[in-house]
T-cell receptor, first 112, second 114 residues
Framework: DQQVKQNSPSLSVQEGRISILNCDYTNSMFDYFLWYKKYPAEGPTFLISISSIKDKNEDGRFTVFLNKSAKHLSLHIVPSQPGDSAVYFCAASAYNNNDMRFGAGTRLTVKP | SQTIHQWPATLVQPVGSPLSLECTVEGTSNPNLYWYRQAAGRGLQLLFYSIGIDQISSEVPQNLSASRPQDRQFILSSKKLLLSDSGFYLC?????????????FGSGTRLTVV
C-alpha cells in the first residue's frame, strides 16, 4: 500500500536551472509533509517541511508547494547546484500517528 | 544535543545466520524509534516502530523482529537471514506524538546476505 508516491525515479538538470521533484499521496489524513535528502551510504537528512494549513514554504534555494485538492506536493530547487545531486525522499505523516510514510525517492543529478 | 548511533556500518552474513543490529539515541527521553529498510532501487520501507519500552509495532510480516529493552535502545534481529533481507537498514528517532517534528536518521547499516 503505497500511500506516498514519487513516480519519477530520476531527474537530470543542468547547473543553475530549476529542479522540480514531485510527490503524490493518497491518504487524506496526512497533514504534514517533509522532504529528505540522502547521499549514498548515509541516512536521510531533513531538508524542508510544510503543514497542511499552508500551500508554500520557502527556505533559501528550496521551496515546497502543497496542493491539497490534488494531493500533490513538489520541491523546487533554484538554482540547482552539483552538490544537490542526491536521492530525495518525500514523506508524510498524520496528526497523532507515530509513523511517517516515505516515497520511493527520486535521484537528482545536477550536471556542471 | 541529540545524537543517534547505529552499528555496524556494513555487514556480510551467510543465509541462515542470525542478525543483530543495534541503535541507540542520546540526549533525549521517550523518543519514538523506527527501523526502516531501503532495498536496492526501492524507497524506505517502515519495518518496526516503538513508542516505548517493550512496545513494538510491526508493519511488514517477515522473519525480522525488533526489541526495545531500554528507553533509548532499539534492536533489529533475525534468527535466520534470507537472501531477500539484504538492504540498507536505517534507524530513526522522533519526538513522541508531535506531528511534524520529523525524523533524525542514523547513518545506516549495509547488510549483504550471501
Amino acid at each position: 500500500d503505497q500511500q506516498v508516491k514519487q513516480n519519477s525515479p530520476s531527474l537530470s538538470v543542468q547547473e543553475g536551472r530549476i529542479s522540480i521533484l514531485n510527490c503524490d499521496y493518497t491518504n487524506s489524513m496526512f497533514d504534514y509533509f517533509l522532504w529528505y535528502k540522502k547521499y549514498p551510504a548515509e541516512g536521510p537528512t531533513f531538508l524542508i517541511s510544510i503543514s497542511s494549513i499552508k500551500d508554500k514554504n520557502e527556505d533559501g534555494r528550496f521551496t515546497v508547494f502543497l496542493n491539497k485538492s490534488a494531493k500533490h506536493l513538489s520541491l523546487h530547487i533554484v538554482p540547482s547546484q552539483p552538490g544537490d545531486s542526491a536521492v530525495y525522499f518525500c514523506a508524510a505523516s498524520a496528526y497523532n500517528n507515530n509513523d511517517m510514510r516515505f516515497g520511493a525517492g527520486t535521484r537528482l543529478t545536477v550536471k556542471p | 544535543s541529540q545524537t543517534i548511533h547505529q552499528w555496524p556500518a556494513t555487514l556480510v552474513q551467510p543465509v541462515g545466520s542470525p542478525l543483530s543490529l543495534e541503535c541507540t539515541v542520546e540526549g533525549t527521553s521517550n523518543p519514538n524509534l523506527y527501523w526502516y529498510r531501503q532495498a536496492a532501487g526501492r524507497g524506505l520501507q517502515l519495518l518496526f516502530y516503538s513508542i516505548g519500552i517493550d512496545q513494538i509495532s510491526s508493519e511488514v510480516p517477515q522473519n525480522l523482529s525488533a526489541s526495545r529493552p531500554q528507553d533509548r535502545q532499539f534492536i533489529l534481529s533475525s534468527k535466520k537471514l534470507l537472501l531477500s533481507d539484504s538492504g540498507f537498514y536505517l534507524c530513526a528517532w522522533s519526538v513522541r506524538v508531535e506531528t511534524g517534528s520529523g525524523y533524525t536518521f542514523g547513518s545506516g547499516t549495509r547488510l549483504t546476505v550471501v
